[in-house]
Nanobody, 125 residues
Framework: QAQVLEHGGGKVQAGASLRLSCTTS????????MSWFRQAPGKEREGVSC????????YLSDSVKGRFTVSRDDIKNTMSMRMDSLKPEDTAMYFC??????????????????WGQGTQVTVSP
């Protein structure tokens, strides 16, 4: 049974940094495009970042571009997202998701087969 697990998150003040990581089990990590989505209360789910299974394409939403970076380590089966200059509007539940052979050129939640349970990020003013 494939599993996706998020790590990190927490409560910080505006301007601070956090690192989220995502690990998987039960699937061949290097074959999966990996992504972060987030959802704040009362708002729609938003695709934040995506890194292709080959590692040669990265997508960052306009709302986080220049502040967030994403990387993957296929040896450690880990995908990480560093979040700098956090803003209160970044407050949300962050979900990691995996898409088999995903290249992130089309970034739609429905393409992702496996999802984690989420980790909360709260940014206070």
């Amino acid at each position: 049974q494939a599993q996706v697990l998020e790590h990190g998150g927490g409560k910080v003040q505006a301007g601070a940094s956090l690192r989220l990581s995502c690990t998987t089990s039960g699937l061949t990590f290097e074959d999966y495009g990996m992504s972060w989505f987030r959802q704040a209360p009362g708002k729609e789910r938003e695709g934040v970042s995506c890194i292709a299974w080959s590692g040669d394409y990265i997508y960052l939403s306009d709302s986080v571009k220049g502040r967030f970076t994403v990387s993957r380590d296929d040896i450690k089966n880990t995908m990480s997202m560093r979040m700098d200059s956090l803003k209160p509007e970044d407050t949300a539940m962050y979900f990691c998701a995996a898409h088999y052979k995903g290249n992130c050129q089309t970034f739609e939640a429905g393409l992702f087969e496996y999802w984690g349970q989420g980790t909360q990020v709260t940014v206070s003013p």
